[in-house]
DNA sequence: CTCGTTTACGTAAACGATTAAGAAAACCTT
DNA sequence: AAGGTTTTCTTAATCGTTTACGTAAACGAG
């Protein structure tokens, strides 16, 4: 590896020269400096991350928390294109990403002293359960952190508008004239509260009754919950004209059902779902859906984080909303 | 930051001593070593990164080349199922896990120069163009690597059984009595090649006659191009028994054409996928397809990587094949 | 009591960069 | 021409560790 020194030899001046030169100081010769950054280049150099590190105290690495409870994490497609879009912008800004685990070494550390150890620059809290102490810990640290989904006291974070999705729709149910609305739900995280509260409120604006019955709970990206959930308001005798599924690969589950039970989407029932992966619009009939926008949501996050850190003074904390889109698909039927 | 310093300090011993003590150096008193590591966890002492990564070229952490040419990399649940395993597995041999790309800060480097920049301790690349002169740069380096599903010289690479996967879908086949079977296959790469290569092989120990048109091209993870594939088949006069698609998830494009034309599966014909994805055993039928051990191909790519990095002399180059797992799934009809 | 050995610890140089402070040369200014 | 500026470069300290080497004390053997 060349380092420093052997440029400063081959180009006749001291370490500190080339230093400056390759940083762009000002107090440096412009032909000095012009036949130093081309010494570098032909000697193919390249600084050393950790000396520069352990000199700066930055680390030009940011990294992700990525905690996969039942290792549904990164297998859910909302996540891993969460993470790609974060990891495209972080190189954008000349930013690495590394995950943050709890673990490393033979010896157990919290997130934050993972974050201390590699001298983390920031970190995205993308995917974690935000009652972990050792995340909260983290949250609340000096270290300059976006989370996603979830806010925190004076920290910046990114949030899909799942209420602005259910509004739009259950607007979309009504529009098409469904006024018998069952609505399943996600386990209990801030972003399912969010969306039940939409959903009861937007119905109400609409002047749709919501019976207890109609309001099913499952599990997220579990298909077999939401079937089960799926059976049991087929077996109501007022049964709702559509369904709405915690996520898009849940309503796998429901489809199944309602395969079984030899009802057509959208003729016998209409479904939508949520989340607008690809698979929603392979399906046939395409899936009435929300598609959140994971690029931007990703985007925001490690542009923002990257703003913090540059710039620590100006950074402001703020809750970045990020609109969804409405797919219309073709899961809902128009009744009249 | 507490440092190995302040530990000194307050036990009233060198630095050296303290270094010697945590790394459980011989020529420390027991007692000594002892009250030091008791001090160092009561200050909360984590030693710095970058630090010991400077004097020891260590840095323990592993990079991933991950590159998705057209975005489906971490969107293909082959692939975060793959980087999911080799997270876990480098976490508990204690490396951090980074993202190697090809900019870094304002400048353009290459993946070796990113990896040389960041002093990986090794990589794994798991997804990324073979071809590509900078990735065959970063395999031929002095950097251990371990590819997966890519075979370079004197380079231990992990590689799924795709040859025994496709010869125990076709085996299956027969042994359901299928003899007319249509093969999709996906762009060309080695897997590509080996399950194409493994399909007219079996079928010729198996004496099934394996017309031309019968084999067709389509995309990875492109349900539109498979559905394309099969109208084609469907055109044809000699229709094939059964369609094998490229992936379970290509396969959503040709169950919407078979939908279309009133096709049921698997009474009316029967297909297979590849990968053994979530859906595909969600799905009704479920598939009938090959499982792809992406938790032991990761496992063990990072293992052995991490071998390789410890234990530099003892290390082998060696072929790791990894064998998948049929399920038969529903969705091929026995024909008598 | 000396002289090797062992044990336990300290000294100091290094890793590769950054940066404050200093110094030499060159340039004005009057 | 003397003094002040500016420009350009160097010196040396520093970041937190690791480690080769040195050394002092304690011990046992003869």
Redesign the pocket.
């Known amino acids: 590896?060349?380092?420093?020194?052997?440029i400063?030899i081959k180009c006749?001046?001291?370490?500190?020269?080339?230093?400056?030169?390759?940083?762009g100081?000002?107090?440096?010769?412009?032909?000095?400096?012009f036949h130093i950054r081309k010494v570098a280049k032909e000697m193919g150099?390249?600084?050393?991350a950790?000396?520069?590190a352990?000199?700066?105290?930055r680390t030009n690495n940011i990294g992700v928390l990525f905690v996969d409870k039942m290792q549904s994490g990164l297998m859910h497609e909302y996540f891993s294109s969460l993470l790609n879009s974060i990891k495209a912008e972080a190189e954008r800004g000349g930013y690495d990403v590394t995950f943050i685990s709890s673990n490393i070494g033979q010896s157990k550390m919290s997130y934050l002293e993972h974050c201390r150890y590699r001298a983390c620059d920031g970190v995205v809290i993308a995917c974690a359960d935000f009652n972990d102490p050792s995340v909260v810990e983290l949250v609340q640290s000096e270290i300059p952190v976006v989370t996603i989904d979830h806010v925190f006291n004076d920290k910046t974070s990114i949030l899909s508008n799942n209420v602005r999705g259910v509004k739009d729709l259950v607007e979309f149910l009504a529009e098409q004239g469904h006024r018998k609305i069952a609505f399943i739900h996600g386990e209990d995280t801030s972003v399912t509260q969010k969306r039940i509260a939409s959903f009861y409120r937007t119905c109400q604006e609409l002047g749709i009754a919501v019976p207890d019955h109609y309001v099913k709970s499952a599990l997220y990206h579990d298909p077999a919950s939401s079937g089960e959930a799926t059976k049991e308001l087929l077996a109501l005798t007022d049964r709702p004209t559509c369904i709405m599924y915690p996520d898009d690969f849940s309503f796998m589950g429901g489809r199944n059902v309602l395969d079984e039970r030899g009802l057509k989407i959208p003729e016998d029932i209409s479904v939508t779902g949520y989340d607008g992966i690809f698979l929603s619009q392979i399906l046939q009939p395409a899936l009435t859906t929300v598609r959140q926008d994971t690029i931007s949501i990703g985007r925001e996050a490690a542009a923002r984080l990257i703003e913090s850190i540059e710039n620590p003074k100006a950074a402001v904390a703020e809750q970045v909303m990020i609109d969804g889109q409405l797919l219309p698909g073709n899961s809902v039927k128009r009744i009249t």
Chains 1, 2 share one sequence.
């Open positions: 590896m060349v380092s420093m020194k052997d400063s006749g001046v001291s370490v500190a020269t080339v230093s400056k030169a390759l940083n100081q000002s107090d440096i010769g412009k032909q000095t400096a150099y390249f600084p050393n950790a000396a520069r352990l000199k700066t105290n």
